[in-house]
């Protein structure tokens, strides 16, 4: 990583600067790594007549102050800094992002296309083409430059689609894993090699996939079938039975002793793909809807003594048990997304029966009242309009403080369901806005998009000058921004144009209701 540094300041000044590094002079330009900084990533510009020191307090840190130096340089436009000694830090342990090349509905490690990744199930002739191309896969999908460039933006993870039928090999279900030892292969690499721009590799998960009601799975294990899911002709994974319990463990176990650079896990555990019995169900109170439901097939007899918070509870539980077995430090962060579905925000049935040592990750605008046109509504997307947070947010907050563990906040940057046709909104005081929110949040990390936009644009460049402490005031981060852009000249008037963007952007009706 140092050499990375190196490597990346001197083409710096050579392909931007003109300036070439020599010994003609007194002056010295010096990388080091101090380990008395402080926390993770925290880095030192000190800067005297004769010296320019970048020191990190690990070699990350010093990555990142050599972008900061870069950055001065930018809106100086020359290598030129101001004598002085500034520290920063990061204010979020975990920044995760995605390549916006990087597929969804396909195994984007090996290019595998059928179920469970594949999305014809629901759409049927969906196509996606994304392996078609000769240079395809993880290499051009996460290429180094496009690693490095996600560091410079400030990013410390990225996170890849997985699917346990085929990542992993185990003993209740000798039929899986037949692609996992190719699969895994790639994984690893692409983790060996995200860490050399200081990045680490983050699994997302949707466990425990469901199958298609033909499949020959079911055959072979019919003491595993659940309910049949309402995205017919899926059937669900019932969690109830001690099988689908080792499978979910045991797979965790194997990804990770065969990957331990992995950071660690995002699970989803409701709404999405089919997996667990109550992933798109309500256990109605009503006995007679009860049995109605059962005799269609829509409930699951054997999770029926169960409620959805005790399910999610033990998934959550088993994956974490899987990991925490190979790699203790493992990430096991549990996203709320649509929990709502369950029980009244903040659903502290849910959060209740966590483990204790999960990290919640919540939809930081999602369940915000607001409106647009005089229609007064709920928001129920991710929003660039809403800055956040939403009381649904600030109950899991309070929740985790209560517990004394992080709080994650899921975002995203470029753009929404506002407008997911684009490479960026261009509303850069929301993004700074609402990285000033996260951080009076006490917000401890964050996911930055979804299966799109993700694009490193202007929007992920903002993020990365907010993600810091000090962190600069909206209006002083914004400018300097438009100097390194635009030139200073022009800077005043870019801000403001953006300012009447972001404005405008408040009455832009941006949610499903409207």
Request: proline share 8%; glycine share 8%; aromatic share 10%.
């Amino acid at each position: 990583l140092t050499c990375t540094a190196q490597e990346h300041l001197v083409g710096f000044l050579r392909s931007s600067l003109d300036m070439e590094l020599g010994l003609a002079t007194g002056n010295r330009l010096r990388l080091a790594v101090d380990p008395t900084l402080g926390g993770k990533e925290t880095h030192r510009l000190r800067v005297s007549a004769n010296e320019i020191e970048v020191a990190g307090v690990d070699p990350v840190g010093v990555l990142q102050g050599v972008f900061y130096l870069e950055s001065l340089m930018r809106e100086r436009g020359g290598p030129f800094v101001p004598l002085g000694e500034q520290v920063r830090k990061p204010l979020f342990a975990h920044r995760i992002h995605r390549s916006a090349l990087s597929p969804f509905y396909v195994d984007e490690l090996t290019g595998y296309d059928g179920p469970p990744l594949d999305a014809r199930w629901f759409s049927p002739g969906m196509a996606y083409p994304a392996y078609q191309e000769e240079d395809a896969g993880p290499d051009m999908f996460y290429h180094d430059n496009l690693l490095l460039r996600l560091a410079e933006h400030g990013f410390n993870g990225i996170w890849v689609r997985g699917a346990f039928r085929k990542f992993a090999k185990v003993s209740a279900f000798p039929e899986f894993g037949d692609t996992a030892d190719a699969i895994l292969a790639e994984l690893r690499r692409l983790c060996q090699r995200a860490a050399r721009c200081g990045i680490e590799v983050f699994l997302y998960l949707n466990e425990p996939m469901g199958m298609s009601a033909d499949d020959p799975f079911w055959l072979a294990h019919p003491e595993v079938r659940g309910s049949s899911s309402h995205f017919k002709p899926m059937v669900h994974l019932c969690t109830s039975t001690p099988e689908v319990k080792e499978y979910l463990r045991e797979s965790t176990r194997y990804v990770f002793s065969q990957v331990p650079e992995l950071a660690g896990v995002v699970l989803i555990t409701a709404s999405e793909f089919p997996s667990h019995c109550y992933c798109h169900a309500h256990r109605p109170d009503d006995e007679a809807e009860q049995q109605k439901l059962i005799a269609e097939g829509t409930l699951c007899p054997r999770c029926l003594p169960r409620t959805p918070q005790e399910i999610i509870g033990e998934i959550v539980t088993l994956i974490r048990d899987g990991a925490k077995s190979v790699k203790p430090a493992a990430e096991v962060i549990s996203w709320n997304w649509s929990w709502g579905a369950y029980e009244p925000d903040p659903q502290r049935g849910v959060l209740e029966r966590l483990p204790e040592d999960a990290i919640v990750m919540g939809d930081f605008e999602r369940g915000q009242p607001t409106e647009a046109c005089g229609f007064a509504y709920t928001n129920d997307e991710y929003s660039l309009k809403v800055v956040g947070p939403s009381p649904r947010f600030t109950g899991v907050a309070d929740f985790q403080r209560e517990r004394n563990m992080p709080v994650y906040a899921r975002i995203q940057l470029g753009t929404t369901h506002e407008n997911p046709d684009i490479p960026y909104l261009p509303t850069p005081q929301k993004i700074a806005e609402k990285y000033h929110a996260l951080r009076a949040s006490g917000v401890t990390g964050i996911m930055t998009c979804w299966n799109f936009g993700n694009m490193l644009s202007l929007a992920t460049e903002i993020a990365g000058e907010f993600t810091w402490d000090p962190q600069p005031e909206v209006v002083e981060g914004l400018r300097r921004l438009a100097v390194r852009n635009f030139g200073p000249a022009a800077a005043d008037d870019v801000v403001a144009g953006w300012e009447l963007l972001s404005r405008a952007h408040d009455d832009f009706p941006s949610s499903i209701p409207v």
